[in-house]
């Protein structure tokens, strides 16, 4: 079994991914919504947002994989629901 000081650096880890990641996600949106606004009251026409849409979306779905698929501190009530995660796993 890991040590608790291993297996709290790793849970401490996984924290600061998913706060990363809600981070990015919100800029994602705005930004997003900010050039689809500007290409909607310009002429329309081609939808050029789309290549920002999937090229940023697509490094945005490897940061979720990362921050929820595997393993910022927050609070030690949720860093001791992650070393129990760990233990359990």
Do not use: C
């Not at 329309?44 to 501190?73: D, E, H, I, N, T």
């Amino acid at each position: 079994m890991e040590g608790s000081d291993q297996i709290r650096r790793e849970a401490v880890k996984r924290l600061k991914r998913k706060r990363q990641f809600k981070q990015q996600l919100v800029s994602y949106v705005l930004v997003n919504a900010f050039l689809i606004a500007i290409w909607a009251i310009g002429d329309g026409g081609f939808f050029w947002p789309g290549f920002v849409l999937a090229g940023w979306g697509l490094g945005l779905a490897f940061s979720a994989q990362r921050a929820y698929g595997s393993s910022k501190v927050v609070t030690e009530e949720q860093i001791q629901h992650e070393m129990d995660d760990l233990r359990k796993g």
